[in-house]
């Protein structure tokens, strides 16, 4: 197609989407699964009017979807319930931990014994696939800041944590294949790519997150009450705080997505303080006096209130351009019985298994574990691994194979998923928590 032709039909489906947005929102099918029909219905699996490569194109594909999971976490974290508590992070940190494990492990055990890649693929390939997708599951994260349900904020939250904590077992796959240093005995993968890139994105994340939530409180409040740009704070937030993580060698995204959530702490305890500042003064001032030291003390809008319906009409461009790549990219022989044992050996076996063995010890319910289990949903954030990996070094072979399998996974991940998680969350919702 044409440079024109491309506006056109890009054009229309937005519109299309926009103006039948009430009735695709009571539809049984999630807007993800009409951007896939529409990227195969004109790529080369039909009418071959358009064909993307992603191994041609893979430092393209690279930055479009690292930048589609940055936003994601970064709206992710700010709709994240306050205040924070352990006993309510503790699931979500063992699922993007030990369940994470558990599924990397599992899908390399697959694929080096039915798939016959070498074992280091296979745990790449395992990296590849376990985390759970901050882009593509809106329909099962919280809608907003005050939704306090437990399912979504699950899995909100493991969607925000596993984006980093899968990178460790990214490079474990790629020292395995010798394209990165593990150190003798992995030490040097210990220490480096688990522990020191890990506290380095949850440190720099939260103390960005303090930092702007205070000096955003501050120059709303008096005597300073200047005007803020919330879009733009919230866009130079996630890329000083990305770019200086990974400088250092951290987990940009884990940092970007702690760098949300303590934002959004910070600016409700700042919050809560004036209003209790604000309720002693009341007793102490004529009403004069109190509603004076009410504007003082409690500025009307926050950073990450501000810049989060931005974020999120960014979040749902990226997924209609990438789903749409995601389309064009498939052939009708991209569906081999490997690819597609794969991924419900993954969706059926491996994610819930890990769900079960992960959540053990704590107090989430038998109907949330198994409803966890089964949306673990795959996407954007697979193919920014994959296309990491192909841009430092994996050769084209593996390349090949590894696209040819993620994305048949990310693609009957988005029809299973996407046709079931209305019905499913309706139900559970009607039958109580």
């Known amino acids: 197609m ?19 947005a009430s009735i695709l929102k009571r539809s049984p099918i999630t807007s993800a699964i009409i951007y896939l029909a529409v990227g195969v219905l004109v790529g080369p699996s039909a009418f071959d009017l358009f064909h993307f490569n992603p191994l041609k194109e893979s430092a393209l594909l690279e930055v479009l979807t690292e930048v589609a999971v940055l ?20 699931a979500p940190i063992l699922l993007a931990t030990v369940s994470m494990t558990i599924t990397v492990a599992a899908v390399a055990a697959f694929a080096y014994y039915l798939l016959d890649l070498p074992l280091g693929a296979g745990v790449l390939l395992g990296a590849i696939l376990a985390p759970t997708d901050p882009v593509l599951a809106t329909d099962v994260q919280i809608r907003h800041p005050g939704d306090h349900d ?50 380095a994105g949850v440190v720099i994340g939260v103390l960005a997150g303090i930092a702007l939530a205070r000096i955003g409180w501050k120059l709303r409040s008096k005597p300073h009450q200047h005007q803020l740009m919330d879009d733009f704070l919230g866009l130079g937030m996630i890329g000083i705080v990305y770019g200086l993580t990974v400088m250092v060698n951290g987990w940009g995204f884990l940092a970007v997505f702690f760098a949300a959530v303590a934002l959004r702490q910070t600016e409700l305890k700042l919050a809560k303080a004036a209003q209790v500042a604000f309720d002693a003064s009341k ?24 810049a989060l319906v931005f974020k999120e009409h960014l979040e749902r461009l990226s997924e209609v351009v990438l789903v ?32 079960v063995v992960g959540l053990l010890g704590t107090h989430t319910s038998w109907r949330i574990r198994g409803m966890t289990g089964w949306f673990g949903v795959r996407g954007i954030g697979s193919l920014y691994y994959l296309m990491y990996a192909i841009e430092n070094g994996l050769s084209e072979t593996l390349s090949l194979q590894l696209i040819q399998m993620t994305l048949i996974v990310v693609t009957l991940s988005i029809l299973l998923h996407g046709t079931s998680v209305k019905p499913l969350m309706g139900l559970f919702w009607r039958r109580g928590k």
């Open 324 to 355: 749409l790549l995601i389309g064009g990219s498939l052939y009708l022989n991209s569906w081999t019985w490997q690819a597609v044992w794969l991924a419900l050996f993954l969706f059926v076996i491996a994610r819930p298994i890990s769900v």
């Open 2 to 20: 044409t440079d024109a032709q491309w506006f056109i039909f890009v054009g229309g489906l937005l519109l299309f989407m926009g103006l039948t």
């Open 71 to 90: 936003i994601s976490l970064f709206s992710a974290g700010v709709k994240m319930p306050v205040p924070f508590s352990f006993s309510q992070w503790r």
């Open 283 to 306: 007793t102490q001032q004529s009403a004069r006096a109190s509603g004076k030291a009410r504007t003082e003390l409690e500025p009307a809008e926050t950073v990450s209130e501000g």
């Open 150 to 199: 437990k399912l979504r904020f699950t899995l909100t939250c493991e969607a925000g944590m596993n984006d980093g904590s899968a990178f460790p077992f990214v490079m474990l796959g790629m020292g395995m294949l010798g394209l990165h240093d593990l150190g003798n005995f992995g030490m040097t993968w210990i220490m480096v790519d688990v522990l020191w890139a890990t506290l």
